[in-house]
Nanobody
Framework: QVQLVESGGGLVQAGGSLRLSCAAS????????MGWYRQAPGKQRELVAA???????NYADSVKGRFTMSRDNAKNTVYLQMNNLKPEDTAVYYC????????????????WGQGTQVTVSS
């Protein structure tokens, strides 16, 4: 089983930036299948960004142009650079070790980390 540890969350003012990290260890897996999700209070967990098989990255419409997902294969770590943060980005952010695209939609199939809280004040 894959173990994931997220870090980098915190409190930031609107317009600010944060960089989240997700370090993976454990069973054999592909870092190229990982993704980021978030869950705001009272809302369902939603996809933020995920690597797709073509080598590119899929982003939720709400974060396009502001968030960038990247990877360091040598460190088995993925990152989420978040710029121009908005209060509506406030949520617990989770990484998942395997995100699959099925019939045009994305689903989490892998392990979850413990999450990291991001709070954006207005």
């Amino acid at each position: 089983q894959v173990q994931l540890v997220e870090s980098g969350g915190g409190l930031v003012q609107a317009g600010g930036s944060l960089r989240l990290s997700c370090a993976a260890s454990g069973s054999i897996f592909s870092i190229n299948r990982m993704g980021w999700y978030r869950q705001a209070p009272g809302k369902q967990r939603e996809l933020v960004a995920a690597f797709i098989s073509s080598g590119s990255t899929n982003y939720a419409d709400s974060v396009k142009g502001r968030f960038t997902m990247s990877r360091d294969n040598a460190k088995n770590t993925v990152y989420l650079q978040m710029n121009n943060l908005k209060p509506e980005d406030t949520a617990v952010y989770y990484c998942n070790s395997e995100v699959r695209r099925i019939s045009g939609s994305y689903y989490p199939f892998g392990s979850w980390g413990q999450g990291t809280q991001v709070t954006v004040s207005s």
